[in-house]
């Protein structure tokens, strides 16, 4: 109920005013049974506009992070996930990714509708990157269709890290449902799994236009993330350096200024030593210069 009342009334009215979303294709969705609705990446905002674009329930899986927060704040965040049509996954792969998968296979089994991000992240760069597998495991186990659904300028509307939305339209284009009964019930066919896998991504390719990268999101911005360690830490030795060489041009600043000042006081002391008149102390008087010479013959 309060899935309904999120979308059709709190979140779903709001959205459509304020971004103008439009969408393709809606008639591709099966009007009943389960299937997997298979979404490009770009943005957190994906799993909001998505579902609101589709006129049945969307379950869509999220990290374990909503689910697991403490403090009253979490609390209300796995509250608002659940009621939202959320289900928690464990993002650490092996025996908790097949747990995930099990979840989304009860959704499918229960004549629902599932989504997935095949990439498995967020694209770091507005590109289309490698299908896992997951997915087409998903689809050969329930024997159901897999909806390919682009995302269009999601990522212009709400960019990685950022909290507050910018007013962009955005859209979604739906493509023709794609089924395998051919490969029912074979999860351990891997060859057909990635041929599925590689087939959606490709009319993901076509429907969004991206650009498309044979290789994992995941992979990618861990070299990303290396870099940027790499970077800061370079930063801080660049720092440190700094900072050694400021000590040092106060070390020889201030041993300049001692021997300055040093070389003040002696002077100072020399001067003060000197009698009045301004001979200096080893100056011999006309009183010391011995007998006078006899004059000339």
Not at 62 to 89: M, N, R
Not at 130 to 158: E, N, S
Not at 188 to 205: F, G, K, P, S, Y
């Amino acid at each position: 109920m309060f899935y309904w009342i999120l979308k059709h009334i709190v979140v779903g009215p709001a959205v459509r005013v304020v971004f103008r979303p439009w969408v393709e294709g809606r008639e591709h969705v099966p009007a009943s049974g389960g299937a997997i609705l298979a979404s490009n990446h770009l943005s957190f905002s994906d799993s909001i506009f998505l579902p609101l674009m589709v006129d049945r329930r969307v379950t869509f899986p999220a990290k374990e992070e909503y689910f697991t927060g403490p403090g009253v704040k979490g609390w209300l965040t796995k509250q608002f996930f659940t009621a939202a049509g959320q289900i928690p996954i464990d993002r650490s792969g092996g025996q908790a990714s097949m747990v995930a998968l099990e979840k989304g296979l009860e959704v499918l089994r229960q004549g629902g509708l599932f989504g997935i991000y095949p990439e498995g992240t967020r694209s770091p760069d507005g590109r289309l990157y490698r299908g896992k597998t997951g997915m087409a495991r998903l689809a050969v186990a329930a024997d159901v269709p897999i909806v390919p659904c682009a995302m269009i300028d999601t990522d212009k509307a709400q960019p990685t890290g950022q909290r507050i939305p910018n007013v962009v339209q955005v859209g979604v284009r739906i493509g023709r449902p794609m089924h395998y009964p051919q490969y029912a019930g074979q999860v351990e066919n891997h060859q057909a799994l990635r041929e599925i896998t590689d087939d959606v991504m490709r009319e993901l390719q076509r429907l969004s236009g991206q650009d498309y990268v044979d290789e994992y999101a995941a992979s990618v911005k861990g070299r990303l993330a290396a870099r940027a360690r790499g970077g800061i830490e370079q930063a801080r030795e660049g720092l440190e350096q700094a900072r050694e060489n400021i000590e040092h041009a106060r070390e020889r600043a201030r041993a300049g200024l001692t021997e300055a000042a040093d070389k003040a006081r002696e002077g100072l002391a020399t001067r003060r030593a000197r009698p009045e008149g301004g001979a200096p102390p080893e100056a011999s008087g006309p009183e010391d210069r011995g007998p006078a010479a006899p004059p000339p013959a």
